[in-house]
């Protein structure tokens, strides 16, 4: 049954000894004053339909909603945040708890999140935010302009080798079967009661090839086991799990045994305690293994309007459109800015599609062996033409056979042979130069263009403002991950992006009334105007 929060004060609340000392217990411009100030956005009422209609009251949520936001403040964890409930006046203040009461137990919070989950409420506390500012005036909603970047999350799961991802995997799907009379005894390799790794010469290739071959041969063992069971949801997760890291860096040599095969797969799971993290790139050197959250904000209020949570290998434009369609009509952008990363030919033909102007280089690609890079080959999309650096025309063009589509220029080797600029131009084996045409390659001719007029050199400089709200995301705990999963992640992702919203909703609130008022009747009162709630 949905608790609410209580109306009657007591000697003991903490109301009372604010009037006592006649003056606020905590800055009145401070995250903590705010949010004692803000029950008008975090209401029981939008929890409603997380609880029965009948029963034991529960802790009001909206109690619970602020505790979860001041710990991604202060950094805490949910046994530090009940001891700051009952000792922290800041959180007394925040709270409205009155001395000597949390108000709620540890693990209360750990529920909620849960609740959150599972009615799908995760983002129900970041869009009243932006409902609230949209209210206020705070945030603009016509001709929107967003600027939108993306920052990797450090993932909680343990990163396993190939040894330890089947062996856990076999382990995980063998003790949730182990108790079902349709399951057979099998006869494996090696014991998976225990918790230690093998003990092997891990520095002999022999033995550890030996050892990847009965890990392999019991994987296989228990799938082929598994065929024609009737599996619940989470049986068939764990054998799927299992199927995938039994495979995924496995080759099979001739003799029928197997060997790690060389690189890295695509999509490579690298956890079986969060089979959804991946490895991702920082840059072309730098990896982490994880997540990567991307956020759109506003060019000018400076609130994170969306937020999305991906894999770690996830390019960033695979994000882009979820970023804008997760906001509510009126809030969606006229105009984007963003980095190379998200400004791919795909991204802006959509974008042409939808009116939204893309404020983004193109990237660029670097001509191979050090030749000339596509770029200084002058394209004639209405003509099919291409020009190269000598002033030659290509003779040839190949088509896609299905869709008709431009897709290869081809100069000739009689062209290529006698160019004073060969060596500069092409290492090709068949002493030709060939231009590849890019399926939205009108799409990145027009960004090309527009980056070098003087709105594109006035606007694109302001992207540097999503730079500071990552970091300051990233300061309030969004660089690692405190929970397994995706969905919880992105949940972290949301509550982080809350508390930075809720930051700036009430410093421009505070600007806003202090604007209003007139500087003498501040100086003659010798107070600082007092933010209502509501």
């Known amino acids: 049954m949905l608790g609410r929060k209580k109306q009657q004060l007591t000697f003991t609340d903490i109301n009372i000894l604010q009037t006592w000392e006649q003056k606020p217990l905590v800055p009145e411009d401070s995250f903590y004053y ?88 995760e983002r129900t506390i970041f869009e009243e935010i932006l409902k609230a500012a949209e209210a206020k005036g705070l945030l603009p909603t016509k ?34 079967l182990k108790n079902r009379p349709d399951f057979p ?67 099979l040599k001739g003799d029928g045994s197997v060997t790690i095969k060389q690189g890295v797969a695509k999509d490579r799971l690298i956890s079986t305690t969060d089979p959804e ?74 974008m042409a599609t939808r009116q939204i102007k893309v404020i ?24 099919q033409t291409c020009r190269c650096p000598a002033g030659q025309i290509a003779p040839e063009k190949i088509y896609d056979k299905k869709t008709g589509r431009l897709r290869v220029f081809f100069f000739s080797p009689d062209q290529c042979q006698n160019c004073p600029l060969l060596n500069q131009c092409t290492r090709n084996k068949k002493g030709r130069r060939t231009v590849t045409v890019n399926a939205h390659e009108r799409y990145l001719q027009e960004g090309r263009a527009f980056q070098k007029t003087d709105e594109f050199a006035g606007k694109y400089p302001e992207r540097c403002k999503v730079e500071r709200k990552q970091a300051e995301l990233v300061k309030y705990g969004l660089r690692k991950a405190r929970y397994l999963g995706l969905a919880k992640v992105t949940l972290q992702a949301l509550l982080v992006a809350t508390v930075v ?24 009162n010798g107070t600082t105007p007092v933010l209502a709630s509501g």
């Open 277 to 350: 993290m991946r490895h991702g790139r920082k840059s072309s050197s730098r990896l982490f293994d994880g997540y990567k959250n991307h956020t759109a904000m506003d060019k000018e209020s400076e609130f994170v309007t969306a937020v999305t949570v991906t894999p770690g290998n996830t390019h960033d434009s695979e994000a882009t459109f979820e970023l804008i369609d997760q906001q509510p009509e009126e809030r969606r952008p006229k105009e984007v800015t963003f980095d190379t990363g998200y400004g791919t030919g795909k991204v802006r033909e959509e």
């Open 34 to 121: 705010g949010l004692s100030q803000a029950d008008d956005v975090f209401r029981d009422e939008l929890f409603a339909d997380c609880y029965a209609s009948c029963g034991r009251p529960s802790i009001p949520p909206s109690l619970l909603v602020k505790v979860i936001l001041l710990q991604f403040h202060d950094r805490v964890s949910d046994r530090e945040a009940e001891q700051r409930a009952l000792y922290d006046l800041r959180w007394k203040v925040a709270l409205n708890l009155p001395l000597g009461e949390a108000g709620f137990d540890h693990t209360d919070l750990s529920r909620f999140r849960a609740r959150l989950l599972l009615n799908k409420k």
């Open 185 to 251: 005894e099998l006869s494996l390799n090696l014991d998976y009661e225990g918790k230690g790794k093998p003990k092997i010469n891990w520095e002999d290739p022999a033995e550890r090839e030996k050892l990847l071959n009965q890990l392999y041969q019991d994987a296989l063992a228990v799938i082929s086991a598994t065929e024609g069971m009737e599996l619940s949801g989470k049986e068939m997760e764990l054998r799927d799990l299992l199927m995938t890291v039994a495979t995924q860096d496995i080759e």
């Open 501 to 524: 919203n809720f930051k700036r909703y009430w410093k421009l609130l505070n600007q806003k009334v202090t604007a209003a008022v007139p500087y003498n009747d501040m100086a003659i």
């Open 360 to 383: 983004s280089p193109v990237p660029e690609r670097i001509g191979k062996d050090g030749c000339f890079p596509k770029s200084a080959f002058e394209i004639d999309l209405d003509r």
């Open 143 to 176: 001709c929107a302009q967003q600027i939108m970047d993306s920052t990797y999350v450090l993932g909680a799961g343990a990163v396993q080798d190939t040894y330890t991802l089947i062996r856990l995997a076999v382990r995980k799907l063998l003790s949730t």
